[in-house]
């Protein structure tokens, strides 16, 4: 069994730089990708960032291109999300998910840490 705990959120001013934790546990981990999904209030979940766990390959959603950056630490099996320029409208609960196959989705989520951006 596979488990996610993120950390890291909190309440910042718009502007601000966040740098959210992902830690992995399980007895054998080793996904396909990893990723990102912030969720606000009343709206979907949606993708903000990805990486492939081995290569390292990284993938964006454009609203956070240049301001956003996804990294892995294989070793002690955790994911950073480094968010810079935050602007309010990226106020959310901030999951993040682990894929064991490319031809599946997402198949573990975290309880999702809250960031609030004020104006």
């Known amino acids: 069994q596979v488990q996610l705990v993120e950390s890291g959120g909190g309440l910042v001013q718009a502007g601000d730089s966040l740098r959210l934790s992902c830690a992995a546990s399980?007895?054998?981990?080793?996904?396909?990708?990893m990723g990102w999904f912030p969720q606000a209030p009343g709206k979907e979940r949606e993708f903000v960032a990805a990486?492939?766990?081995?290569?390292?390959?990284?993938y964006y959603a454009d609203s956070v291109k240049g301001r956003f950056t996804i990294s892995r630490d294989n070793a002690k099996n955790m994911m950073y999300l480094q968010m810079t320029s935050l602007k309010p409208e990226k106020t959310a609960v901030y999951y993040c998910?682990?894929?064991?196959?490319?031809?599946?989705?997402?198949?573990?989520w975290g309880q999702g840490t809250q960031v609030t951006v004020s104006s």
């Open positions: 998910g682990a894929l064991v196959s490319p031809t599946t989705g997402y198949d573990y």
């Open positions: 399980g007895r054998t981990f080793s996904p396909y990708r």
């Open positions: 990486i492939n766990w081995r290569g390292g390959s990284t």
